[in-house]
């Protein structure tokens, strides 16, 4: 009864809800437990429909540019919901290391490139900073 009673309280809180369906790249690491503290950035971009196989074979290539650090958490695509939806998920010590990073990844020769042919894939992107639960593995 406590969870029925729970349930009820929660639906009137809740203004929308969607769900995905993720599978991971391939070319991307498997999300391992990490030591914090880290905050955690969430980029979403949603895709042109049909273009799903050409920015995975652009980020097969571009993903080795963003390895050095480790920050490079998960790559994940829908397979059911919302399709033609990417979610990249890095780690950061903090936000000014996120900004270190991301500017070196701009100094080496051919991430510009990468960049220059994904770009067109997309129809919108958002970018969400995350700060991970005591409980969580990805500290």
Same mark, same amino acid.
Request: aromatic share 14%; net charge positive; glycine share 6%.
């Given at each position: 009864?406590?969870?029925?009673?729970? #349930?009820?309280? #929660?639906?009137?809180?809740?203004?929308?809800?969607?769900? %995905?369906?993720?599978?991971?790249?391939?070319?991307?690491?498997?999300?391992?437990? #990490? %030591?914090?503290?880290? @905050?955690?950035?969430?980029?979403?971009? !949603?895709?042109?429909?049909?273009?799903?196989?050409?920015?995975?074979?652009?980020? &097969?290539? &571009?993903? !080795?540019?963003?390895?050095?650090?480790?920050? &490079?958490?998960?790559?994940?695509?829908? %397979?059911?919901?919302?399709?033609?939806?990417?979610?990249?998920?890095?780690?950061?010590?903090?936000?000014?290391?996120?900004?270190?990073? #991301?500017?070196? &990844?701009?100094?080496?020769?051919?991430?510009?490139?990468?960049?220059?042919?994904?770009?067109?894939?997309?129809?919108?992107?958002?970018?969400?900073?995350?700060? +991970?639960? !005591? @409980?969580? +593995?990805?500290?």
């Amino acid at each position: 009864q406590e969870y029925l009673d729970f #349930r009820k309280e #929660r639906s009137r809180m809740l203004l929308s809800r969607r769900n %995905q369906l993720l599978l991971e790249f391939s070319f991307w690491n498997e999300p391992l437990p #990490r %030591q914090g503290p880290n @905050i955690y950035e969430l980029r979403t971009y !949603k895709l042109k429909v049909g273009t799903m196989i050409e920015w995975g074979n652009n980020w &097969a290539r &571009a993903i !080795k540019y963003r390895q050095e650090n480790q920050e &490079a958490v998960g790559g994940f695509f829908s %397979q059911i919901g919302e399709l033609y939806v990417v979610h990249h998920l890095w780690a950061y010590k903090d936000l000014q290391s996120r900004e270190e990073t #991301r500017n070196a &990844a701009w100094r080496k020769r051919g991430w510009d490139e990468n960049v220059y042919y994904t770009v067109p894939l997309i129809r919108t992107m958002e970018s969400r900073i995350m700060i +991970p639960l !005591k @409980i969580s +593995p990805l500290q």
